[in-house]
């Protein structure tokens, strides 16, 4: 079997004297080399502002810069022209509910979300309920972590729904859903949707045609790229129908004293000096991903998934949220008798990195009546002996916490 730690230098860090060993990628992905040398390389070669200076090294900075944005659209399956960087999923859902939301929503306007929402892709929408009036309606969860279609059945009657924002895989369940038919319920009613594909994105290829998903936000921190970049995916003719959401330099064509023309797409939207070395190593990234190939990543996490739950599920003080089927190697765990803030500070301690609390998703917790989880979130890389010597440390630490 190869090993992709190697790729990681994170991951040769030793802690107490024990290897790094880390089940947090939910969080924040490690970085490869190949992304850490891209972002050194922009610095020691290039940095240089893009759409400006006529000088070679401008012209070098441009280049990678848009040349990572058509790896985004290659990767998704989107047109240059629809791909806006942003400085992440947030920023992206926040951009969709200010420049879209604010001009196409009125009062008693429904926006469904559902209850496996990350705060992200909440309270964005809360704000806009605050401001102008929306409704905001939630798609109930089963045990399993599937949507339950009584539920979707009920919002999709809803008359006044006008726009559906919902997450490709839950960042506490593991759930990867099936969207597409959900998505092309909404579009036979005129609902315009976006998709949170935060933690989608780094598990399975997606391609935003085939989704049918009007938006569509990523973060790149979570797909092996440096944090502070993002994409927002957004239908051209949305986009162009659609005010800028920020005002600056590099998003106008033409600024007067009393008025201003925006720029083309993408460039409306990308006001200001952008993170350059983010997106040109976000482009990096991807190629790193497309290099190890999907069908490897696929049935490695399947792999990791299926035996972190056969191993855990032989622990009778544990309990893990959401189902079995179409999960992500992403596990939250109850812990009976045991506070998930002392568990992972243990885990710390034997180098294990994982996290603990409500995952910016206290509405799903209180939903499913718990207040905190362990999370224990594993990407291809991670290996059996790491789950192996997880487990055991948790029997471990049990034993010391309740001695
Ligand atoms: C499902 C989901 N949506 C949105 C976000 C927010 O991402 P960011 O903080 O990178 O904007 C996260 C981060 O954990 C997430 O898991």
Redo the contacts with the bound molecule.
């Keep these: 079997m190869i090993d992709y730690r190697e790729n990681f230098p994170l991951l040769r860090r030793i802690y107490a004297e024990h290897p790094l060993q880390y089940f947090d990628n939910?969080?924040t992905a490690p970085k490869p080399q190949v992304v850490i040398d891209a972002v050194n390389d922009y610095y020691n070669l290039h940095n240089a502002n893009v759409h400006r200076g006529p000088n070679f090294l401008a012209e070098e900075a441009t280049t990678l810069y848009e040349d990572a944005r058509l790896s985004v659209a290659d990767f998704i399956g989107a047109q240059r022209e629809e791909i806006i960087f942003t400085a992440?999923?947030?920023?992206s859902i926040n951009l969709v509910a200010r420049s879209w939301g604010e001009t196409n929503l009125k009062k008693g306007d429904v926006v469904a979300l559902s209850r496996a929402e990350?705060h992200?892709?909440i309270v964005p929408w809360l704000q806009l309920k605050e401001k102008i009036g929306i409704v905001l309606e939630y798609i109930d969860i089963n045990e399993d972590g599937t949507f339950n279609t009584e539920s979707l059945d009920k919002i999709f009657a809803q008359p006044k729904l006008r726009f559906l924002a919902i997450?490709l895989?839950?960042?506490v369940l593991g759930q990867y859903y099936d969207l597409k038919p959900i998505i092309k319920r909404a579009k036979s009613l005129g609902v315009i949707s976006l998709v949170?594909a935060?933690?989608g994105i780094s598990h399975r290829p997606l391609n935003v045609k085939e989704l049918g998903a009007d938006f569509l936000a990523f973060?790149g921190?979570?797909l092996f790229a440096p944090?502070g970049i993002?994409v927002l995916y957004g239908r051209q003719e949305l986009l162009e129908d659609m005010s800028p959401f920020l005002g600056g330099g590099g998003m106008i064509a033409e600024v007067l004293e009393q008025s201003y023309l925006p720029a083309e797409l993408p460039d409306k939207f990308e006001a200001g000096t952008p993170n350059i070395e983010g997106a040109i190593a976000l482009g990096a990234a991807i190629k790193f991903i497309k290099k190890i190939g999907w069908t490897e990543i696929v049935s490695r996490e399947k792999f990791l998934s299926d035996y972190f739950l056969e191993k855990i599920q032989e622990l009778d003080f544990v309990q893990v949220l959401g189902g079995e089927v179409n999960r992500l190697p992403l596990f939250s765990l109850v812990l009976k008798d045991l506070h998930p803030h002392d568990v992972a500070d243990l885990l710390g301690e034997r180098g294990i990195i994982v996290r603990a609390g409500h995952?910016?998703a206290q509405t799903l917790h209180d939903y499913f009546q718990v207040p905190a989880t362990l999370r224990a979130s594993l990407s291809f890389y991670n290996t059996k002996e790491e789950i192996d010597y997880f487990i055991n440390s948790l029997l471990e630490i049990k034993a010391l916490l309740q001695s």
Excluded: E, Y
């Design positions: 939910a969080a992440g999923t947030t920023a990350h992200a892709n997450t895989a839950s960042n949170d935060a933690q973060s921190h979570k944090s993002g995952h910016c």
